[in-house]
């Protein structure tokens, strides 16, 4: 993927697109897999990176979603539970089953949850991952050694998966790509352009690299940017009634000892009724999340304070050792693009399914959803564009489609099995500059060929971009990632064919950045 091409077949489009997809998270990059896998013309392009917003910053599983069972959705945990077993057969190097294990401490608490989970595996029918069970109070211990053992009486064993979402998006860019899409990232829509009858033709973007403006014309324009839909909608009528009700998760990362084995923790019901996992991830420990309603929506969202005493005191409760605020490694906020359902709801209630809108204009938007189930999301939306711009109707063929990278034993790739197929051209490229082969931090996994690689084929464009989405380096360790910076900016850089300006600059604003992932310790 590179990103001058890219925006020359932009810029040198006379035509109209089939479809203009505003957004390059989960939803609208799905979109651009689904819309080009049918052989239409797609283009897509994204104000910052692709995964800035919320589909970087998810709790990184697919899954059906246990606690909608409370609230009765079944048909959002079928579908979802669906989706979870079509992306692990068609990205299998990313998806991995996951075992949870929620603790009791009250004598009703095992035939309680017992029973809900097995009605989980009961929908997930064919796509089940695995029976849940009953566990005796050793057996729950040698699988969490970490668990508070005072009143534990035993435990509940499920199956969901895991992902990397950065990863997962990237790769699903290149998939668009190679199936014909055009994407660009550093390029928001800063106006939408209408007909002569007042409906949506366009938008006018601007490459943020060059500062330059141009108007891209499509049949359809699809509104996917998530928490930041309503601002979009309202750049094309600032009228709009809003359609979110958005609110913050967050999460914490702290050392593997917390949680060494294999296997997750769920909490059911933390004090605030909510859900709360502590996980293993990429040999780290992430803990979260949280559900706070909020007014602004921003491209960094920052933990509130009393978002992260929530999750310590929540982890305190069930872990011998309880984390303290000098154990967290990284602290990082995501938005969830909630559907507004009338007043007074808190947003934890509120449901995850999507929503398509139609506005007069013609502007098409697409909210709400989750990461698990964002390819038959984009199958809806590409049905109701096509209708929308008298495209050609052809059906969807992302059910069977294998995403960028899939590999059936990535595990046989080491450090870099997220990468899948890749990984292959990654160690070629070592082997070509052995230079490349050392790790740029002590404390994390990720090579100098890997930042090499992020700038050259996946369209990494700053520091951040390969040391947060590319890589996961700040999200799992904040000052490790500020160590990095220097190197990775020298040699993103070489790359780039960038000047010392631009190093000095990178490394700077990353440095900034990276404060905000550190609470307490700055
Ligand atoms: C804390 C948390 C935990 C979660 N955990 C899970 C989980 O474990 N599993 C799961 O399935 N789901 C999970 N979700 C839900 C899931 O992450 C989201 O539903 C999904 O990522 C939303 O993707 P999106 O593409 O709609 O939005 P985003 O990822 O936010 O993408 C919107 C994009 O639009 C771009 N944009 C904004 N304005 C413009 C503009 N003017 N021009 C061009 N581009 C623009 C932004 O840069 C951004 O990249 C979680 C959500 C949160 C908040």
């Given at each position: 993927m590179n990103r001058d091409e890219q925006i020359g077949r932009i810029r040198d489009r006379s035509r109209p697109w089939d479809i203009l997809v505003i957004g390059g998270g989960a939803t609208g990059v799905g979109i651009a897999v689904d819309a080009a896998s049918r052989g239409l013309d797609v283009v897509l392009i994204d104000s910052s990176d692709f995964g800035k917003g919320t589909s970087s910053r998810s709790t990184k599983l697919v899954h059906g979603g246990v606690r909608y069972l409370e609230h009765g959705n079944i048909s959002l945990v079928m579908d979802a539970l669906k989706e979870r077993g079509i992306l692990r057969e068609n990205a299998p190097h990313l998806v991995r089953d996951l075992a949870f294990i929620v603790p009791s401490y009250e004598w009703w608490e095992a035939p309680f949850y017992g029973i809900g989970l097995r009605l989980y595996d009961l929908l997930a029918g064919r796509y089940g991952f695995g029976p849940s069970r009953n566990l005796s109070r050793d057996e729950t211990l040698e699988r969490i050694p970490t668990l508070k053992t005072e009143g534990l009486r035993g435990g509940v064993i499920y199956y969901d998966g895991q992902f990397d979402d950065a990863r997962l998006l990237i790769n699903l860019a290149q998939t668009a790509f190679e199936q014909g899409a055009t994407l660009v990232n550093y390029c928001p829509a800063v106006a939408l352009s209408r007909g002569a009858d007042g409906f949506i033709t366009g938008a006018i973007a601007r490459d943020e690299e060059q500062g330059e403006e141009f108007e891209i014309r499509a049949r359809s324009v699809v509104n996917a940017t998530g928490p930041f839909a309503d601002r979009v909608r309202r750049i094309a009528d600032p009228g709009a009634v809003p359609l979110l009700a958005p609110s913050q998760g967050i999460h914490l990362v702290l050392d593997r000892s917390f949680l060494p084995g294999e296997d997750a923790i769920m909490v059911p019901h933390t004090t605030d009724g909510r859900v709360m996992f502590a996980i293993p991830w990429h040999g780290h420990t992430l803990v979260g999340t949280t559900d706070t309603p909020i007014t602004e929506v921003s491209f960094e969202p920052r933990p509130l304070q009393e978002e992260i005493d929530f999750i310590l005191d929540t982890a305190s409760r069930y872990l011998h050792r309880p984390p303290g605020p000098r154990d967290i490694l990284s602290a990082f906020a995501g938005i969830r693009p909630l559907v507004k359902e009338g007043e007074g709801k808190n947003t934890a209630s509120l449901s995850r399914d999507h929503v398509i809108h139609f506005d007069q204009n013609g502007l098409l938007t697409i909210v709400g959803g989750k990461w698990t189930t964002y390819r038959s999301m984009a199958e809806d939306c590409v049905n109701h564009a096509v209708m929308l711009g008298s495209l050609d109707e052809r059906p969807c063929g992302t059910r069977h489609l294998k995403i960028h990278g899939y590999h059936q034993n990535a595990v046989e790739l080491g450090d870099l099995a997220v990468y899948g197929t890749d990984a292959i051209a990654i160690q070629a490229l070592i082997r070509a500059h052995?230079?490349?082969?050392?790790?740029?931090?002590?404390?994390?996994?990720?090579?100098?060929a890997e930042v090499v690689w992020a700038a050259r084929d996946e369209m990494a464009r700053t520091v951040e971009d390969a040391l947060s989405?590319?890589?996961?380096a700040l999200l799992l360790n904040a000052r490790a990632a500020v160590e990095m910076a220097p190197r990775a900016a020298a040699m993103m850089a070489a790359e780039l064919g960038r000047d010392r300006d631009w190093i000095a600059g990178q490394i700077e604003s990353f440095t900034r950045l990276a404060e905000g992932y550190l609470p307490g310790r700055t």
């Open positions: 052995p230079e490349l082969a050392g790790k740029l931090h002590p404390d994390l996994p990720y090579s100098a989405r590319r890589t996961r």
